[in-house]
Nanobody, 124 residues
Framework: QVQLVESGGGLVQAGGSLRLSCAAS????????MGWFRQAPGKEREFVAA????????DYADSVKGRFTISRDNGKSTVSLQMSSLKPEDTAVYYC?????????????????WGQGTQVTVSS
């Protein structure tokens, strides 16, 4: 069982930056691929970014590529999402997720563990 706790959300103006963090409880954190997803009001949850177990491979949704950066610290069992050049359309609840497998999965259905989410609001 893995417990995930996100932090770092908040209100920011368009063009600004935020850094989200996700702390994991598992002692085997380094064996999990990690992902960030988001869900805006009235919309389905969507893939944002993923990182493989070692941090050597990452993947991004086209909508955030070049603006967001995912990283992990296996020694601290954390994964982060640095968000820059934020746009109002980035407003959503952001979730981190974990799955014990190789690669950088994009599918929501693949992930076994989810955090409770953190709200990001970007004002225009």
């Amino acid at each position: 069982q893995v417990q995930l706790v996100e932090s770092g959300g908040g209100l920011v103006q368009a063009g600004g930056s935020l850094r989200l963090s996700c702390a994991a409880s598992s002692r085997t954190f380094s064996t999990y691929a990690m992902g960030w997803f988001r869900q805006a009001p009235g919309k389905e949850r969507e893939f944002v970014a993923a990182i493989n177990w070692s941090g050597g491979s990452t993947d991004y949704a086209d909508s955030v590529k070049g603006r967001f950066t995912i990283s992990r610290d296996n020694g601290k069992s954390t994964v982060s999402l640095q968000m820059s050049s934020l746009k109002p359309e980035d407003t959503a609840v952001y979730y981190c997720a974990a799955v014990r497998r190789a690669g950088t999965p994009r599918s929501i259905n693949v992930y076994d563990y989810w955090g409770q989410g953190t709200q990001v609001t970007v004002s225009s």
